[in-house]
């Protein structure tokens, strides 16, 4: 069997139909077709039923995509070691990073990995949205989220811990919420949307409530949220990272401190694709975040 048929019969089935097949490849959708004909041709089986959208496997052609897929990472994995015989290491790695974690902690964590690696070149998005994984645009991604996505392979990095929060001199001029629904009374300062509503989950012991507010400032850059709790402008619902300098300075105090808070989620995952070959770049980028991460949840 001819191995760059079968690795193109992979890139085909992942693709999802010949024209898209032919689009990533840079090839004639005419040109993917023959080929694929050629390679039914030879086995005496079909593999695929083509429509004009989509392709449906045969039970043969299921059966050569799950060894097919094993072979063409084995091939791309032996090329990538050869090449690197007496070279360090090296490659890229396209990686998106939430908007907070990633600007005020994982900087500074890519910025040694760079130092120790500096043949690996980085791409680093920072975005909240899943759905570039999906659409191939990246590598990597960390992200704060309830559950991850069924369909990406998750690696829990730490947990996320929201606090309550005001500048020492806001809680001397004004009372700190004693309670959960004194939130609501509060100008709040967050990173949901300014003026529409925010659903918080509120977790303590066996007791779960939720609450409906309205930030009065809302940004997903998390340095302005930031300025804004230093600046007085009113209270802030937070993760703890964001303030935990002025928190341990007593510039920034605390509310509400029994109760687990959540937005967005309270974990922090690692997601990746599950059928998409990982180099020796991207693995040691992997290895290394949850090196970090760990040494940071203590």
């Known amino acids: ?15 999802g139909n010949l024209s898209e097949a032919a ?12 080929h694929l004909s050629q390679l039914e041709k030879s086995l005496g089986l079909q593999l695929m039923r083509r429509t004009s959208r989509r392709v449906d496997l045969t039970e043969a052609g299921q ?19 050869v090449a690197m015989l007496g070279k360090g290491l090296h490659g890229q790695v396209r990686l998106s990073l939430p908007t907070g974690f990633g600007h005020m ?6 910025i040694d990995f760079k130092r120790q690696y500096p043949d690996i070149a980085l791409n680093v998005l920072f975005d909240n949205r899943v759905d570039d994984l999906l659409r191939e645009e ?5 992200r704060v989220m309830s559950e ?24 001397k001029r004004n009372p700190m919420p004693d309670r959960l629904d004194a939130l609501a009374r509060c100008p709040l300062i967050t990173s ?6 925010l659903r918080v989950s509120a977790y303590r012991r066996n007791e779960r409530q939720e609450l409906t507010l309205r930030p009065t400032l809302a940004s997903e850059n998390f340095q302005f949220l930031r300025e804004a709790i230093l600046a007085g402008l009113g209270v802030g619902l937070v993760p703890d990272y ?28 690692l997601l990746r694709m599950p059928d998409r070959y990982q180099t020796v770049a991207t693995r040691t980028l992997i290895d290394f975040v949850v090196r970090k991460a760990r040494h940071w949840a203590r």
């Open 148 to 171: 991850p996505p069924q369909q990406m392979v998750a690696t829990e990095l730490a947990s996320v811990r929201y606090v309550v929060c005001a500048s020492a001199d806001h809680a």
């Open 1 to 15: 069997m001819d191995s760059n048929a079968l690795a193109l019969f992979v890139d085909i089935v992942e693709a």
């Open 192 to 197: 949901a949307v300014s003026g529409r509503e």
């Open 105 to 110: 902690v994982m900087s500074d964590w890519l």
């Open 242 to 269: 964001v303030v935990k300098p002025d928190l341990a300075s007593g510039r920034v105090v605390t509310a509400l401190d029994t109760w687990r808070l959540s937005i967005f989620g309270t974990r922090m995952y």
């Open 63 to 81: 059966r050569l995509y799950r060894h097919g897929k094993v072979i063409r990472e084995e091939v791309m994995a032996a090329r990538e070691s």
């Open 23 to 34: 689009r990533q490849l840079k090839m004639s959708r005419a040109n993917i077709s023959y």
């Open 138 to 142: 990246v590598d990597v991604a960390v």
